[in-house]
């Protein structure tokens, strides 16, 4: 089994993916938001690229009668008329998302599975699901593309830190596993920080910008390890269900 | 000033070098050997893409009564019809280079120097000479990307080992040095792996084709940090001289 990373959405051309198990990871906040309203009673996710988009959607399933839940975020903060933010917070113990469908348009994260699109099957992955998409991954039994949905298409370190713990896992479960330069290495960078993440992520913008906008429990909650069993998957109609 | 690393030529985008100092490295083994043939007599080298390119140039040289070097290699293999190969030994204490131009064609740190095209300065950096390419760049005073020409736009560890030592030696000169995340990152990767890089190295996929191919005098050369002084440049001929 070949374990590879890439870095960003602009990384993951359709040849690094292409008929392989795809994990995408977006741990500041996209895919820990989506584990986290599925796990709360959101029955689908619809992610879109853009707000119009969104609303379009929104539209036209309200000509429907059926209502949505709009939710994401634009430089971290809500969008404005859109029902929820990008707090995975948002999500729990919320009563009115019971089976309900979400449209929502992250700048990194939506980008990043699109990106993915020629792939044997893609689940949605965070600190918070780490173990439990591994073990399925393990299952599926294909090669692995473990993609950090990064900033702006540039390296984060904490997408970085989730894939490198990731590929430990791979590595630990499957013991033969052969990994790329790139997995080798971000595996040996969580290794350096997995005793003190936040150390390592003190030094990182993404960090700094949420912990600057009042942020710090979203963080300490995405930054939890494996405490969800639930892997969300793409649907051929595109929908993360899960 | 800034301190930014791009893994690969392709992650190498005009805005991330844009009127920035940049180094292109390509530690195994294009920037090694430019920077071992300019010290032992060679002129200047004129880097091109393709086979073709290098030969229909060697004619019009030729046809002047110029008599040129050509050099360089495909899958770390001389090119049929060249008359050197990849290896920095084939540069060294050879009279006959004296003076004289040199076509140089390899896969990626020739890529890497044509997606640099839109900085302020482009030096060849290699271990060898990592130190004296960081003065200089101290002395441009601009902020900098550290360019890792990769393999087939992959990340390649021995790049990575010689960008993070680059970007060490300039948090060290600088004293506040902004680096991204990535250059973090890829600085704390070459802190574990600086006492042993071969340690690393093992696992690497580009460092075992070359042992395999037999060159591990090359690759214990190349892995020698700061022995020269020389800081070759891309001059506006887009040759490189120095």
Redesign the interface.
Known sequence: MKIDIT?SA??T?PERVADRSVAVIDVFRATSVMITALEHGIQRIIPVITIEEAENLRSQYMALGEEVITGGERNALKIPGFDKDNSPHSYMNNMELEGKTMIMTTTNGTRAVNASRSAHAIYIAAMLNYRAVCSQMMTDNRDITLVCSGRE?????ED?LCAGLMADELLLQTGNAE????A??IR??YL?YQKDMKQ?LK????YNDLMQLGFDYDIDYCLQRGISDRVPWVNQQFQIVG
């Open positions: 870095i602009a990384d051309t298409n540039k390296f984060t370190l970085a990994l790329s330069d790139i080798w290495s040996d960078l350096l390592g030094r990182s913008r993404h």
